[in-house]
């Protein structure tokens, strides 16, 4: 009988063991998951923080610009257009689409601005340019960061176990925030 005792006494302590080490692992993955999740989340703000700074300095730009360039009407309303998808999109999804295609209203605006001397010299329009430079320059490192943190959150949801407890617990994979294809190519401007 004591034999018996024993050999119940082991099989509960292996059994406590093993309950311990999944509920350690179900613990550590879910709050891992839980941390990279949050850690995606901040990187995706720091993007909207210079995108909302790009948002900003447009209508300045546009107003500059528009004085001396009267008839590139077309190119103007088409980054003004482009500001308001960018003011109305909703979901990451559609606030990178939005943000790409400004990205690519803007590239045409800084090309017809080539045709105007005047307007490359006039210092109001040179320090707005600059700023937007610097702007696009922080939203290219924030967007890698995003990136970044996007990367590390969907592998570790994909990583086998892992990928059992995300699954059970509703963690998705993370949108890239990904060039379009049309932006692989430089802008062309007809006059």
């Known amino acids: 009988m004591a034999n018996g005792k024993k050999t119940w006494l082991i099989?509960?302590?292996?059994?406590?063991?093993?309950?311990?080490?999944?509920?350690?692992?179900?613990?550590?993955?879910?709050?891992?998951?839980?941390?990279?999740?949050?850690?995606?989340?901040?990187?995706?703000?720091?993007?909207?923080?210079?995108?909302?700074r790009r948002y900003d300095l447009i209508p300045n730009l546009v107003e500059t610009v528009k004085g001396y360039a009267k008839q590139e009407k077309d190119v103007l309303v088409e980054v003004t257009n482009a500001r308001a998808r960018v003011g109305g999109a909703a979901t990451v999804s559609d606030k990178i689409d939005a943000n790409n295609e400004l990205s690519g209203a803007l590239s045409r605006l800084l090309l017809v601005v080539e045709q105007y001397p005047d307007l490359k010299s006039n210092q109001n329009f040179l320090r707005l340019q600059d700023e937007l430079a610097g702007t696009e320059n922080r939203i290219s490192v924030e967007r890698k960061r995003y990136n970044d943190a996007v990367r590390g959150y969907n592998v570790a949801i994909r990583s086998f176990?892992?990928?059992?407890?995300?699954?059970?617990?509703?963690?998705?994979?993370?949108?890239?925030?990904?060039?379009?294809?049309?932006?692989?190519?430089a802008p062309r401007v007809k006059f």
């Open 11 to 52: 099989a509960v302590v292996v059994i406590v063991v093993l309950a311990g080490l999944v509920f350690s692992f179900f613990k550590g993955t879910y709050n891992r998951f839980v941390a990279l999740d949050e850690g995606v989340k901040s990187a995706w703000a720091q993007v909207e923080n210079q995108l909302q």
């Open 161 to 185: 176990p892992a990928n059992l407890l995300a699954g059970m617990f509703g963690f998705k994979k993370a949108a890239f925030f990904e060039v379009p294809a049309a932006a692989q190519a």
